[in-house]
DNA sequence: CTCAACTAGGTTTTT
DNA sequence: CCTAGTTGAG
């Protein structure tokens, strides 16, 4: 029970209380998650909760692998809770019970990007005017009536059946088809699926039920309908739900997000206990007075006043910069000027509206060869290569998937171009099968000319053989091999820019994602590691230890603290944005950002803005944010030191030496990782023979027992394995 | 079929 | 400003 000793009054009282509803009302800095750990270790440590009868959800996976690592610590051992996101919990549900809606069990997880590209076929197909709708336009609404939910058959009884929602349902209608076809689900049907599950099969309802006893949600204040839904569903039986939030912090309410549910949660559930958490751990009296000056602006709120028994600190910086270059350099000399005392960079945090505010401070940041990090903005596997990469990967795994391949036929370009593939597309369709299997028939093949049918035929053959070896390889492999021999590298290098290179580079990093993986699970398949990449945010990457100044959207900067915060870009238009004034709600929840942005800082605050900021190509003049002048301007320090000094001086030169265009290198890792990746394909030798000996790096040395050229058989401790020859990362002994 | 040159349209935030 | 998509010349 010691341990519980480090928690206060009421955090202990939070911890201690197990069952029946809780409602824990945590504001900004609180010790949320020390909390939440405590209490699970509490449960299972005292009151002998069995830890395979606790669920805790989340919203990001970093939030998940936190709270887990924490509890694990604290025990000492791992457990068998399943503390994950409210997606990927799902996931794992619908994975053992998909085919009782209907679907096959290995079903894919579609991304916004594959959403968008299905849209957009139809859209062709409907032939629809593509000025009119956009393919988002439709998107958005679709995603809005699965969190209601409202079907497509629904939807015209719901909204009228004028041109408009008559071409919203049929769009609507098609995509699902489509979707179902392609045994496919979208980010929004992982959970109204499983709420559909529940619903149709009581027994395994009463399953997962019966497992989870105890449950607890993580910002409940940004639940949706259908997170609601699966929460109150599962929590019925037991009733032992605990919900910690903080309405105060409720910024997705654009994407479906309803703070009725946290206000509201005493009248869901009968007796709810409810504890607030107050007293303030993070931040300085000065910061979190700032915050307060702000969100008390905000009229719908639960009552509740932060407190903090820390010094007041430093006062808030604010700078008005002349342009965002300025307001970058600015931002750059600071950075500078704190880190020789003995800060790390990692210390530093930049908190901007908008991802595409990153691009200047990046620059600014690079000039002065100071590291950093952008988290968000393109994820990943939005970014052109990974997502050509990640298809490929997709295609190995399951031919079925004529979306991965259409995108990468003809990437990089082998002759397969817009009119083959429409043909090969109306034939599949007619067939009624995959477009792979198509490609297959050789008579399909050979109506095609000499060129594309021998191009087509080393495609397939290229899928197939990692496909049958994919039990064999590891991740790694396969995606080396794939990069090679498909050809996308060799493309690459060709181009020789300088954007060439750093895909170049970005593939090299998808590659460590890879290696990370196998380090932590030597036996992860193909399946499982597409899976978790799916459902993966960039943020989840952030890597706190890493001596960088990290760079994100106040989004994404929720349950992060960093010492020194940076908020940029404090203009009306541009943070509280326009758009915030078309909803009703919009300018409170910009304030609600705003507030979140400000508590992310332990120690210091600067705020910003331009005079002059160019967007989208045009120059305007500013004015600043509202929030601004709601801040209790008695915190503010001046701008009155920056004033005089013009940061400007003559033709690129800047005020403290740094010359314009001096080029920053990031790491060389790249080269290396490059040379490694071509020798461990070359070691793949194909000029075997039986009786060779060779190693293979996931089996050990084996023994090569025939080989006809395209096979080699070979026994690694009486253990015989087929492999492909020229695929199978062998090294002759 | 590919490449280059041009145009039009779009940007909030994310699992 | 940037990107995606289109068009026209090889």
């Not at 003809?410 to 599949?428: Q, S, V």
């Not at 191009?455 to 197939?464: A, H, M, Q, R």
Request: proline share 2%; net charge neutral; charged share 30%.
């Amino acid at each position: 029970m010691e341990y519980l000793n480090k928690l206060n009054k009421e955090q202990r009282a939070a911890a201690m209380y197990t069952e029946g509803p809780l409602l824990i009302l945590a504001g900004a800095g609180s010790g949320k998650t020390s909390t939440m750990t405590h209490r699970i270790v509490y449960m299972t440590e005292e009151k002998g909760i069995d830890p395979y009868n606790i669920l805790a959800v989340t919203f990001t996976n970093k939030a998940a692998k936190e709270m887990k690592d924490r509890v694990e610590t604290l025990i000492g051992h791992g457990l068998n809770s399943w503390i994950l996101t409210f997606h990927s919990a799902c996931l794992r549900i619908l994975r053992s019970h998909a085919e009782v809606l209907g679907y096959g069990r290995d079903f894919a997880v579609y991304d916004p990007t594959d959403q968008k590209t299905m849209i957009k076929n139809i859209i062709k197909e409907l032939g629809i005017d593509a000025k009119r709708y956009t393919p988002s336009y439709f998107l958005g609404i679709i995603s809005k009536c699965k969190e209601k939910p409202i079907t497509a058959e629904e939807y015209t009884n719901v909204y009228g059946d004028d041109i408009k929602a008559k071409t919203v349902a049929q769009v609507y209608g098609m995509y699902e088809r489509a979707l179902k076809k392609n045994n496919a689900m979208d980010f929004d049907d992982l959970l109204l699926n499983t709420v559909r599950l529940f619903k149709k099969d009581e027994t395994v309802l009463l399953k997962y039920q019966n497992r989870f006893r105890y449950i607890m949600v993580d910002e409940y204040q940004d639940t949706n309908r259908m997170q609601y839904m699966f929460i109150k569903m599962l929590a019925e039986a037991h009733n032992n739900i605990c919900v910690v939030g903080d309405d105060d912090q409720c910024i997705y309410q654009w994407r479906g997000a309803d703070i009725r549910n946290i206000l509201e949660f005493e009248k869901d559930f009968k007796d709810v206990k409810v504890v607030k958490l107050e007293q303030n751990y993070r931040s300085t009296s000065n910061i979190l007075g700032a915050a307060h000056s702000v969100i008390s602006n905000n009229r719908s709120r639960k009552s509740k006043k932060l407190w903090t028994d820390q010094d007041a600190g430093n006062k808030i910086v604010y700078y008005r910069a002349e342009d965002e270059r300025d307001e970058a350099y600015f931002i750059a000399s600071e950075i500078n000027r704190m880190k020789s005392s003995d800060r790390k960079y990692n210390d530093f945090a930049i908190l901007y509206r908008t991802n595409s505010q990153s691009r200047t401070f990046e620059e600014a940041l690079s000039r002065r060869e100071i590291p950093y990090r952008v988290l968000g903005g393109l994820r990943y596997y939005d970014r052109k290569e990974i997502k050509d990469i990640t298809c490929y990967l997709r295609l190995v795994q399951n031919k079925a998937d004529d979306l991965a391949l259409i995108r990468i036929i003809n990437e990089p370009k082998r002759g397969i171009g817009g009119k083959t593939l429409e043909k090969l597309r109306t034939l599949a369709a007619v067939r009624q099968e995959s477009i792979f299997n198509t490609l297959m028939d050789r008579e399909v093949i050979s109506s095609f000319s000499s060129k594309i049918s021998s191009n087509i035929e080393s495609f397939t053959e290229l899928i197939n053989s990692y496909s049958s070896e994919k039990e064999n390889l590891r991740i790694s492999d396969i995606y080396d091999g794939l990069l090679v021999k498909s050809g996308y590298l060799k493309a690459l290098e060709e181009q020789n820019t300088l954007e060439a290179e750093s895909r170049i580079e970005n593939l090299m990093e998808f590659k460590s994602v890879i290696y990370n993986y196998e380090d932590e699970d030597p036996n992860i398949t193909l399946p499982e590691f597409m899976e978790r990449i799916a459902l993966l945010a960039e943020v989840d990457n952030h890597d706190a230890g890493e001596n960088a100044v990290v760079l994100m959207t106040m989004h994404s900067a929720k349950g992060l603290e960093f010492p020194f915060v940076f908020m940029p870009g404090m203009e009306d238009g541009l943070f509280p944005g326009w758009r915030a004034f078309d909803r009703e709600d919009g300018l409170e929840e910009e304030r609600r950002l705003c507030y979140v942005g400000i508590t992310r800082a332990k120690e210091r605050l600067w705020l910003t803005s331009a005079e002059r900021r160019t967007l989208y190509g045009k120059t305007d003049y500013t004015r600043e944010s509202q929030f601004l002048r709601e801040l209790d301007k008695s915190l503010i320090e001046g701008d009155a030191i920056f004033e005089k000094k013009k940061r400007d001086v003559g033709q690129g030169v800047f005020s403290d030496g740094i010359t314009e265009g001096s080029s920053f290198k990031p790491f060389d890792q790249l080269k290396y990782a490059r040379q490694q990746m071509k020798k461990n394909l070359e070691d793949s030798s194909d000029d075997l023979s039986a009786g060779d000996m060779v190693s293979h790096p996931k089996f050990g040395e084996g023994k090569v027992l025939s080989c006809d050229g395209k096979i080699v058989q070979i026994s690694f401790d009486g253990d015989v394995k087929k492999l492909a020859v020229g695929f199978a990362p062998l090294k002759k002994l």
